[in-house]
């Protein structure tokens, strides 16, 4: 992995040191130009023309989420955002009232907020899994949970938008499959960051977003569904022209694969940059971007635990490129604000982002770091030197 190569290919490098990449990433080149030239051919042709001109490019980009996330194109469904992915395929489940839905304690805020309206309106009970000392689910007591309320469904965050604990979904997957248990996991924050292989991790959805760690587009995301959920008939509550065919006057018929989870409306160009996105990660290696991001951001813990007034939140059995701190006397807006004005890019996050967390740790919030594989080790040392400055810090 050449860093001199990839960060001439990224421009924003040149203007900021960008730790971020857990918010929104700086795009490369590649993902770029395939925004741009779709627009341009939309510009030139009109909309629907240029969607016909680059249908074969379109589904190549299905190919190339499915093989980011190891599974076949029919599986994958573009969507406008992660949230987007994950509202449309807990619509799908057929809940009752009393049926019992099963999560963390770490769940995305979107994700725990639609949890509670199911149990505000259909009187749905949201169960949270205990966490095991390390932090992290306890694994464990979510088997024993599962066993004894047989919920409707499983949801687990992969990575946590409030900290760089990676949960075990692999082993909550086995758990569902072997009670045949609808399972459903976020991997908002895990995508481009790690290899994800969905068949491996047993679920049937899971929900991304292109412009985190994947280095793709803002206003893009993705759906895997599994052929189990496909073969279950599950599809969203409110599909439409493009999710299925009105075949009679009173009859519809969704469509056969995860399209089905899909609206008519796109800009095309963002599914293209993140078949782009995808691609350009597969070709760095999974495994080479997980060692370089995640070895980054533990050398950042080093740095900032030996400073006086900071704490950093980060906890658990394994920890990803995602870092969180606090600092005596700052609230994480104001670092952010100070940060920005000498070209750092970070983000402040407050206690409803995360409210079971961060009350757990004690603190309203957090300042949330996110290295990846194209940052340097000298961009550490220009982020922590700019901490020391604005706080006065040793």
């Known amino acids: 992995m050449n860093i001199t190569d990839l960060r001439a290919d990224t421009p924003g490098c040149a203007t900021r040191v960008h730790l971020n990449n857990a918010g929104a990433s700086l795009m490369p080149r590649p993902v770029i130009a395939a925004i741009q030239e779709h627009l341009d051919l939309e510009t030139t ?53 009393g049926d019992v839905v099963v999560t963390t304690r770490h769940d995305y805020v979107s994700n725990q907020i639609q949890y509670l309206a199911l149990s505000e309106r259909f009187g749905v009970e949201v169960v ?17 949970i599962i066993h004894k309320r047989r919920p409707r469904l499983v949801a687990v965050t992969h990575i946590p938008t409030s900290s760089g604990l990676v949960q075990d979904v692999h082993a909550v997957g086995q758990m569902c499959r072997a009670r045949n248990i609808i399972y459903m996991v976020d991997g908002c924050q895990s995508v481009g960051q ?26 893009a995301g993705f759906l895997y569904v599994s052929n189990r959920a496909l073969d279950a008939g599950l599809e969203p509550l409110f599909p439409d022209l493009r999710g299925a065919d009105w075949i009679d006057a009173d009859l519809y018929q969704p469509a056969p694969d995860a399209k089905r989870f899909e609206t008519w409306e796109f800009f095309w160009g963002l599914v293209l940059a993140t078949g782009a996105a995808a691609q350009y990660a597969t070709d760095l290696g999974l495994g080479n971007i997980q060692e370089r991001s995640w070895a980054l951001a533990a050398k950042l813990r080093g740095l900032l635990t030996a400073m006086d007034g900071v704490e950093v939140l980060d906890h658990g059995a394994v920890l990803s490129a995602t870092v969180t701190l606090s600092v005596d006397g700052w609230s994480p807006p104001d670092l952010v604000r100070e940060l920005r004005k000498r070209g750092i890019n970070t983000t402040g996050q407050s206690r409803i982002d995360a409210v079971i967390d961060y009350d757990h740790k004690s603190v309203d919030g957090s300042l949330r770091a996110s290295p990846h594989y194209f940052n340097t080790e000298d961009e550490l040392d220009v982020f922590v030197g700019a901490l020391h400055e604005i706080t006065g810090k040793g």
Not at 77 to 85: N, R
Not at 132 to 142: F, K, T, Y
């Open 128 to 144: 949270r899994a205990p966490d095991a000392p390390e932090s992290g689910v306890d694994l464990v007591a979510m088997e024993q």
């Open 194 to 219: 790690m290899a994800v292989d969905v068949e491996s991790i047993g679920c049937d959805f899971f929900s991304a977003t292109a412009r985190k760690y994947l280095r793709g587009p803002r206003g």
């Open 45 to 97: 042709i009109g909309g629907y023309e240029a969607e016909a001109e680059a249908a074969p490019k379109i589904a190549k980009a299905y190919e190339q989420v499915a093989t980011l996330l190891s599974t076949e194109p029919g599986n994958i469904a573009f969507t406008e955002h992660a949230t987007a992915s994950f509202v449309s395929a807990l619509s799908a489940i057929p809940f009752e009232r």
